[in-house]
Protein backbone atom coordinates (compact mmCIF):
# COMPACT_ATOMS: atom_id res chain seq x y z
CA UNK A 1 0.00 0.00 0.00
CA UNK A 2 1.06 3.74 -0.62
CA UNK A 3 -0.53 6.58 0.88
CA UNK A 4 -0.32 10.00 -0.80
CA UNK A 5 -1.18 13.45 0.48
CA UNK A 6 -0.71 16.29 -1.58
CA UNK A 7 -0.24 20.08 -0.49
CA UNK A 8 0.56 23.40 -2.01
CA UNK A 9 -2.75 24.16 -3.84
CA UNK A 10 -4.83 27.74 -3.81
CA UNK A 11 -5.26 30.69 -5.73
CA UNK A 12 -3.13 32.84 -8.15
CA UNK A 13 -3.62 35.15 -11.01
CA UNK A 14 -3.23 34.21 -14.29
CA UNK A 15 0.84 34.10 -15.18
CA UNK A 16 1.42 33.21 -11.38
CA UNK A 17 3.21 30.17 -10.55
CA UNK A 18 2.41 27.14 -7.57
CA UNK A 19 4.48 23.89 -6.73
CA UNK A 20 2.58 21.15 -5.27
CA UNK A 21 4.06 18.50 -3.33
CA UNK A 22 2.75 14.85 -3.03
CA UNK A 23 4.42 13.15 0.04
CA UNK A 24 4.13 9.29 0.15
CA UNK A 25 4.34 6.83 2.74
CA UNK A 26 3.74 3.03 2.68
CA UNK A 27 7.27 1.40 0.02
CA UNK A 28 10.11 3.00 -1.04
CA UNK A 29 9.96 5.76 -3.73
CA UNK A 30 12.06 4.28 -5.86
CA UNK A 31 9.89 1.19 -6.69
CA UNK A 32 6.98 3.34 -8.10
CA UNK A 33 6.15 5.89 -10.48
CA UNK A 34 4.35 8.87 -9.34
CA UNK A 35 2.70 11.11 -11.19
CA UNK A 36 -0.23 14.21 -11.29
CA UNK A 37 -4.14 14.28 -12.58
CA UNK A 38 -6.55 16.84 -12.61
CA UNK A 39 -10.51 17.06 -13.08
CA UNK A 40 -11.67 20.23 -13.45
CA UNK A 41 -15.71 21.18 -12.68
CA UNK A 42 -18.17 18.90 -15.21
CA UNK A 43 -15.01 17.18 -16.64
CA UNK A 44 -13.25 14.34 -16.76
CA UNK A 45 -9.58 13.48 -14.33
CA UNK A 46 -6.98 14.16 -16.82
CA UNK A 47 -3.35 13.02 -17.01
CA UNK A 48 -1.33 16.43 -16.03
CA UNK A 49 2.41 14.60 -15.76
CA UNK A 50 4.22 11.93 -14.40
CA UNK A 51 7.85 10.76 -13.21
CA UNK A 52 9.49 6.79 -13.38
CA UNK A 53 10.61 5.43 -10.04
CA UNK A 54 14.72 6.01 -11.21
CA UNK A 55 13.83 9.53 -12.41
CA UNK A 56 14.47 8.79 -15.80
CA UNK A 57 11.68 9.64 -17.49
CA UNK A 58 8.99 12.03 -17.20
CA UNK A 59 5.95 12.34 -19.68
CA UNK A 60 3.34 15.22 -20.21
CA UNK A 61 0.31 16.43 -21.08
CA UNK A 62 0.52 18.68 -24.49
CA UNK A 63 -1.49 21.11 -22.52
CA UNK A 64 1.05 21.82 -19.57
CA UNK A 65 4.41 21.09 -21.47
CA UNK A 66 6.37 23.58 -21.27
CA UNK A 67 4.55 25.18 -18.58
CA UNK A 68 5.04 22.59 -15.55
CA UNK A 69 7.64 20.73 -14.60
CA UNK A 70 7.02 17.18 -12.62
CA UNK A 71 10.29 15.79 -10.11
CA UNK A 72 11.07 13.58 -6.97
CA UNK A 73 12.97 13.42 -4.36
CA UNK A 74 13.20 9.53 -3.33
CA UNK A 75 15.00 10.58 -0.23
CA UNK A 76 11.94 12.36 0.92
CA UNK A 77 9.61 9.90 -0.77
CA UNK A 78 7.84 13.28 -2.62
CA UNK A 79 7.17 14.24 -5.70
CA UNK A 80 6.71 17.69 -6.82
CA UNK A 81 4.71 19.50 -9.52
CA UNK A 82 5.78 23.40 -10.22
CA UNK A 83 3.26 24.94 -12.25
CA UNK A 84 4.36 28.34 -14.20
CA UNK A 85 2.57 30.73 -16.50
CA UNK A 86 -0.61 29.21 -14.81
CA UNK A 87 -4.10 29.89 -16.69
CA UNK A 88 -7.70 29.87 -15.66
CA UNK A 89 -7.69 26.75 -17.75
CA UNK A 90 -5.78 25.03 -15.23
CA UNK A 91 -7.77 25.52 -12.55
CA UNK A 92 -9.00 22.06 -11.34
CA UNK A 93 -8.60 19.49 -8.13
CA UNK A 94 -5.36 18.13 -8.75
CA UNK A 95 -4.47 14.52 -7.82
CA UNK A 96 -1.18 12.84 -6.52
CA UNK A 97 -0.79 9.34 -8.16
CA UNK A 98 1.41 6.17 -7.22
CA UNK A 99 1.94 3.02 -9.69
CA UNK A 100 3.45 0.42 -9.49
CA UNK A 101 4.11 -0.27 -13.34
CA UNK A 102 5.43 2.50 -14.73
CA UNK A 103 5.09 6.08 -15.60
CA UNK A 104 4.69 5.67 -19.05
CA UNK A 105 1.10 3.66 -17.70
CA UNK A 106 0.06 7.17 -16.64
CA UNK A 107 0.57 8.76 -19.40
CA UNK A 108 -1.26 5.97 -21.88
CA UNK A 109 -4.35 5.81 -19.42
CA UNK A 110 -3.54 2.83 -18.01
CA UNK A 111 -5.46 2.28 -14.47
CA UNK A 112 -3.59 3.80 -11.05
CA UNK A 113 -2.94 1.79 -8.06
CA UNK A 114 -3.13 4.47 -5.67
CA UNK A 115 -4.63 7.91 -5.12
CA UNK A 116 -4.40 11.29 -3.11
CA UNK A 117 -6.87 13.21 -1.66
CA UNK A 118 -6.93 16.07 -3.87
CA UNK A 119 -5.83 19.77 -3.93
CA UNK A 120 -7.55 22.89 -4.97
CA UNK A 121 -5.91 25.05 -7.72
CA UNK A 122 -7.74 28.23 -8.76
CA UNK A 123 -6.35 30.56 -11.38
CA UNK A 124 -8.12 33.63 -11.70
CA UNK A 125 -8.06 36.01 -14.92
Known amino acids: QVQLLESGGGSVQAGGSLRLSCAASGRPGSTFAMGWFRQAPGKEREFVASISGGQSSTYYAVSVKGRFTISRDNGKNTAYLQMNDLKPEDTAIYYC??????????????????WGQGTQVTVSS
Open 97 to 114: AADVTSAVNMYLGGSIDF
